[in-house]
């Protein structure tokens, strides 16, 4: 069973930046993705990379988060830029569409 290991989230003024890291157990996915639940909402979908390095963002994130990915490492990476008080959730990693199973994931605290 794949583990997937999230890290690198903390507490960040509003504009401050972030960068996470999805560690998996076995070669990533063609597909892997970042999702985010904030505190009472259902998790959702951010952005996911394809194993060839093609990126597609949601419109909330668009232009102020990147992603990259290293096939080697089986790391794939979130940089997150001009962090709004919106962005604040944990955030997880998985494929794209997702396993059952799911990380523990890294909490994102935007907040003055």
């Known amino acids: 069973q794949v583990q997937l290991v999230e890290s690198g989230g903390g507490l960040v003024q509003p504009g401050g930046s972030l960068r996470l890291s999805c560690t998996t157990s076995?070669?990533?996915?063609?597909?892997m993705a970042w999702y985010r639940q904030a505190p009472g909402k259902e998790r959702e979908w951010v952005a996911h990379?394809?194993?060839?390095?093609?990126?597609n963002y949601g419109d909330s994130v668009k232009g102020r988060f990147t992603l990259s990915r290293d096939n080697a490492k089986n790391t794939m990476y979130l940089q997150m830029n001009s962090l709004k008080p919106e962005d604040t959730a944990l955030y997880y990693c998985?494929?794209?569409?997702?396993?059952?199973?799911w990380g523990q994931g890294t909490l994102v605290t935007v907040s003055s």
């Open positions: 998985n494929k794209d569409p997702p396993l059952d199973t």
């Open positions: 990379i394809a194993r060839d390095g093609s990126t």
């Open positions: 076995r070669s990533i996915f063609y597909i």
